[in-house]
């Protein structure tokens, strides 16, 4: 299959190309910073973001609703307070 964008730059800003499963974890990172991230399941997540710096604890995000993608690029999604299920990385 031909893909014409094959020799164009990806910018954060392009439409993602791969989802990978997202396991929260509270002590590990993702393996890749994400674009944004897609939520299956609304709920709360706790996360931290990809600018945070080292030994920060991380925000909560309330009522983040079944559906959305969310333009943010954490660095880690935190088991503890995130209730939201069901999320994919997006590259």
């Known amino acids: 299959m031909a893909d014409p964008f094959r020799t164009f730059a990806d910018k954060v800003s392009d439409p993602a190309t791969r989802a990978v499963a997202i396991v929260p974890n509270d002590g590990t990172d993702?393996?890749?910073?994400?674009?944004?991230?897609?939520?299956?399941?609304?709920?709360?997540?706790a996360m931290i973001g990809?600018?945070?710096p080292a030994g920060a604890t991380g925000v909560t995000w309330k009522n983040v609703p079944s559906g959305a993608i969310v333009p943010f690029r954490p660095r880690r999604?935190?088991?503890t307070g995130t209730t939201a299920a069901d999320m994919l990385a997006l590259y």
């Open 30 to 45: 993702l393996a890749d910073i994400p674009k944004a991230f897609y939520v299956g399941t609304g709920g709360t997540i």
């Open 50 to 52: 990809a600018g945070a």
């Open 77 to 79: 999604i935190l088991a």
